[in-house]
């Protein structure tokens, strides 16, 4: 490899669950995407080609620019799909319903949950090896040095180092990777230390993906609608909670008497004694036990008062908020990308700690993806028949629009990474109109009446809109965690509150100069900095990307205001729902 070099480019790539690549240079995080994101398939699976491909147009290099490429997770499950993929792809369509279920389907399920319990050998890093050079190869690169890093080890690099902490617990919870469920750390503010791993055999991710599965939902993907499901029953006692004899915490273990597969049937069997929503209240409460059962223990052995969180189960937002109200925590961060698709993030950071010493990295925003120009922008326009005008006052266009009760799209610089939508492919309403939210359920969005839409804030004025209890909310921007509405703000939110009160907001400053400006009319005549935020999407899809996918979207939902760049763009056949 030659000489030993100050800095270089190092490119992380994830292949499973929402694919995706992402591009370190230094301190900085230079891009990051997923492939649903280009292929329109929603997350995506498999080798994400166009992703690195993405990565490279980026920085405007050549694949043999890229001196250090970091892979995570080569357990024997990953590495068998990666040689086999019409097995990865056979379940890809299973899960999202795209393909019917068959006689075998249940052997099927217990081999991939035993399967997947195994960790990384030496066989299998190998043939992953042989894979990633492969693929790599055919893409142009050579010269390069391949590591390959481990599935918790990348959640949790991810988590400590883009913190803002100088030291902390950092605790990890997923499904399954590389034979674990989760894992607890220390970082010092440079290294980070393995205190506990836990086995793949007792996960809580792999407990509420049961769960999801036997409502006959998607698993991976719409643990959501259980959790907000779960605000709609009424409370069990923990002692009259059958889910809580299922799988359970001890100290730092995570324990159960089932395995992967009993525990299935058992939990099925449940199902058939309750209602959804009470089954959904009594899986919410047992992870909520049992999670912070596990950081007060974490909290126990280290001392430490900060806590970074990544892994799947973290995207839960009411958990989220458990533990920072936890006595004890002084801050909690969650990483925003925390399921697998921010894997390829955590690979490239671990590599980049070894070969080039870099310990933390400043995420102010999460505008790490795809952008496109004006002419660009302007090409695609033409060739839609709507019409549209340059504007020189966007934000208080936008704003007028609003408040007049109208649902906008909105188009604007460089593509968010991760699951939320945080002002750049968004849909914005008012947020103290019901009628509106149900507007964009019937028109566009068509989920479940249950789920709640999420606000966008003021940073300055989130304190005096919710219960914050002495967090550092800059924290916890990106709609990672769930906060309390004040009373006497509850009417203002009534648009993009849960039933119980709670919200998901997305907080904002000078990351994003435009959306800023944007809530700053808003507040003029609302009082208060505060919108509904929504992704850009229709439900099921990915968010929209490109210029025509906003266009395509527009028309097939009927909406009459799209927002793109300096461009209003009206779709004067609008339904006006």
Not at 182 to 207: C, E, R
Not at 437 to 446: E, F, I, S
Request: with cysteine; net charge positive.
């Amino acid at each position: 490899m030659g000489e030993r070099l100050k800095e270089g480019y190092v490119l992380g790539i994830w292949d499973g669950h929402d694919a995706g690549a992402a591009l370190v240079l230094g301190d900085q995080i230079l891009f990051a995407t997923n492939e649903e994101r280009i292929t329109r398939r929603k997350l995506e699976v498999g080798f994400p080609r166009l992703s690195i491909r993405a990565c490279l147009d980026y920085a405007a290099i050549s694949p043999s620019a890229i001196r250090y490429v970091a892979v995570s997770t080569s357990d024997p499950a990953k590495t068998l799909t990666r040689l086999l993929p019409g097995l990865k792809e056979e379940y890809y369509l299973l899960r999202r319903r795209k393909k019917g279920p068959k006689r075998f389907d249940s052997l099927k399920k217990w081999f991939k949950y035993r399967f997947t319990e195994l960790k990384s050998n030496p066989i299998s890093r190998r043939l992953t090896r042989y894979y990633m050079d492969r693929e790599l190869k055919s893409m142009g690169f050579k010269d390069y040095r391949l590591s390959l890093t481990d599935h918790h080890s990348g959640h949790a690099q991810a988590a400590a180092r883009c913190s803002g902490f100088d030291e902390c617990i950092v605790l990890t919870l997923d499904g399954v990777g590389d034979g674990l469920s989760g894992s607890v750390w220390h970082f010092n503010g440079k290294d980070l230390h393995l205190l506990k791993q836990m086995p793949a055999k007792t996960s809580f991710g792999i407990f509420f993906e049961h769960v999801t599965n036997l409502m006959n939902m998607r698993e991976l993907e719409d643990e959501g609608k259980v959790m907000a499901l779960a605000d709609y029953a009424y409370p069990v006692e923990d002692r009259e909670n059958p889910l809580m004899k299922v799988i359970w915490s001890r100290g730092l273990d995570i324990e159960s008497r089932f395995s992967s597969t009993r525990m299935f049937r058992e939990m099925k069997r449940i199902l058939w004694r309750y209602p959804s929503e009470q089954f959904a209240y009594m899986a919410q409460r047992v992870l909520e036990k049992n999670v912070l059962s596990i950081v007060q223990a974490a909290i126990a052995l280290t001392g430490s008062k900060r806590i970074a969180l990544a892994g799947g189960v973290f995207s839960n937002i009411k958990l989220n908020m458990k533990v920072a109200e936890l006595d004890g925590i002084e801050n909690v961060y969650v990483f925003p990308h925390m399921g697998d698709g921010g894997l390829a993030i955590g690979a490239a950071l671990e590599v980049n700690y070894h070969e080039f010493g870099v310990t933390r990295y400043t995420l102010k925003d999460l505008y790490l993806g795809q952008q496109f120009s004006r002419a660009y922008i302007l090409s695609v326009l033409e060739r839609w028949d709507y019409s549209y005008e340059e504007i020189k006052d966007v934000p208080q266009r936008a704003a007028r629009l609003i408040l007049d009760g109208e649902i906008i799209l909105w188009f604007q610089g460089r593509m968010e990474i991760g699951p939320r939508a945080l002002g750049n492919r968004s849909i914005l309403a008012r947020p103290d109109d019901r009628r509106i939210k149900d507007r964009l359920n019937l028109a566009l969005k068509k989920r479940v009446w249950y789920q709640p839409f999420c606000p966008s804030i003021l940073l300055e004025d989130a304190p005096e809109i919710l219960y914050t209890d002495g967090q550092d909310i800059r924290y916890n921007r990106f709609m990672t965690t769930a906060f309390r509405v004040r009373e006497e703000y509850l009417r203002l939110m009534e648009g993009v509150i849960n039933i119980d009160g709670t919200c998901r907001p997305h907080f904002v400053s000078d990351e994003n100069p435009i959306c800023q400006e944007l809530l700053i009319n808003v507040k003029q005549k609302l009082g208060r900095g505060v919108i509904l935020n929504t992704s850009f999407n229709i439900h099921g899809e990915p968010i929209v990307c490109s210029p025509a996918e906003a266009l395509e979207t527009l028309s097939r939902t009927g909406m009459r205001y799209l927002f793109m760049e300096d461009f209003l763009v009206e779709n004067t056949r609008a339904k006006n729902p």
